[in-house]
């Protein structure tokens, strides 16, 4: 199983970024994806996360400025506009079969992170 995120980089506060993430190795129907973050000296934090079904889930502080979505080529996205100095952090793409979707240890499967860096 091989999760690849990439997409970040640097960019201006109220900018947009799309970060992407390449699966494979799973039957991408059987899994549920999530994005986390981590920013320097603070714990991993869930950010969004997206059923098969479609359904999705958001952390308050991206609510309505990030959107998850994925597609029928095991590929997860995350679009995330009106960024802010306090969204740069590395963030990870997740896969999990279970029910829990919304902390880290739901999720078995893990890429290696992209950096997203806000500048004031």
């Known amino acids: 199983v091989q999760l690849q995120a990439f997409g970040g980089g640097l960019v201006q506060a109220g900018g947009s970024l799309r970060l992407s993430c390449a699966v494979s190795g799973l039957t991408f129907t059987n899994y549920a994806m999530g994005w986390f973050r981590q920013a320097p000296g603070t714990e991993r934090e869930f950010v969004s996360a997206i059923r098969w079904t479609g359904s999705t889930y958001y952390a308050d502080p991206v609510k309505g400025r990030f959107t998850i979505s994925r597609d029928n080529a095991k590929n997860l996205y995350l679009q995330m506009n009106s960024l802010k100095p306090e969204d740069t952090a590395v963030y990870y793409c997740?896969?999990?079969?279970?029910?829990?979707?919304?902390?880290?240890?739901?999720?078995?499967?893990w890429g290696q992170g992209t950096l997203v860096t806000v500048s004031s």
């Open positions: 997740a896969a999990t079969r279970r029910t829990s979707i919304l902390t880290g240890d739901d999720y078995g499967y």
